[in-house]
T-cell receptor
Framework: NAGVTQTPKFQVLKTGQSMTLQCAQD?????MSWYRQDPGMGLRLIHY???????DQGEVPNGYNVSRSTTEDFPLRLLSAAPSQTSVYFC?????????????FGDGTRLSIL | TQLLEQSPQFLSIQEGENLTVYCNSS?????LQWYRQEPGEGPVLLVT?????EVKKLKRLTFQFGDARKDSSLHITAAQPGDTGLYLC????????????FGKGTLLTVNP
């Protein structure tokens, strides 16, 4: 199993450009989520999904869109990139939502907005 | 306001020393998870604590969940350079709140 795969690993954008960060998991996990990690800020939840067709906002959703058309994929879209969105983005998944469900993380996408 | 406060933020010790990392909150959590993250990688789960007062051991690492389920600690005995990394606690407030809240992390460096 590949686990959680994030692409690309690195990306540089100009302010105002759009892009999609890809996340795919092959573990048949129902719960998927996106976090951003900034120095000194820990991991902050952007959006999450409890299953195909169901998404909701996390702590810092502004400037980001998500959709979940399949169980496997959970892409994160930046519609108009801003320098404040420079960060490392992590996708995570778990079999379901619950106290004993470990989150499996990808290796991240390092995004710079100029 | 950070829901989960971790301390210390940075810790640099010598090989063989003991250390404790704390994760505190004013809120009750149905569970707390501890993750370790190495440079260039995503966090990896170490342990989940669910019951107030629970103690779990993972080799030289001991995890404790407070009786009131508002705080947790991670104690490492005889630290080794391989323990170096960012330690993160994450809490689940339960019910239909499908969100995991992370602390800011403790960056541990163990020097040989």
């Amino acid at each position: 199993n590949a686990g959680v795969t994030q692409t690309p690993k690195f990306q540089v954008l100009k302010t105002g450009q759009s892009m999609t960060l890809q996340c795919a998991q092959d573990m048949n996990h129902e719960y998927m989520s996106w976090y951003r990690q900034d120095p000194g800020m820990g991991l902050r939840l952007i959006h999450y999904s409890v299953g195909a067709g169901i998404t909701d906002q996390g702590e810092v959703p502004n400037g980001y869109n998500v959709s979940r058309s399949t169980t496997e994929d959970f892409p994160l879209r930046l519609l108009s990139a801003a320098p404040s969105q420079t960060s490392v983005y992590f996708c995570a998944s778990s079999y379901s939502w619950g106290s004993n469900q470990p989150q499996h993380f990808g290796d991240g996408t390092r995004l710079s907005i100029l | 306001t950070q829901l989960l406060e971790q301390s210390p933020q940075f810790l640099s010790i010598q090989e063989g020393e003991n250390l404790t990392v704390y994760c505190n909150s004013s809120s009750v959590f149905s569970s707390l998870q501890w993750y370790r993250q190495e440079p260039g990688e995503g966090p990896v789960l170490l342990v989940t604590v669910v019951t107030g007062g629970e103690v779990k051991k993972l080799k030289r690492l001991t995890f404790q969940f407070g009786d009131a389920r508002k705080d947790s600690s991670l104690h490492i005995t005889a630290a080794q350079p391989g323990d170096t990394g960012l330690y993160l606690c994450a809490g689940d407030q339960g019910g239909s709140n499908y969100k995991l809240t992370f602390g800011k992390g403790t960056l541990l460096t163990v020097n040989p």
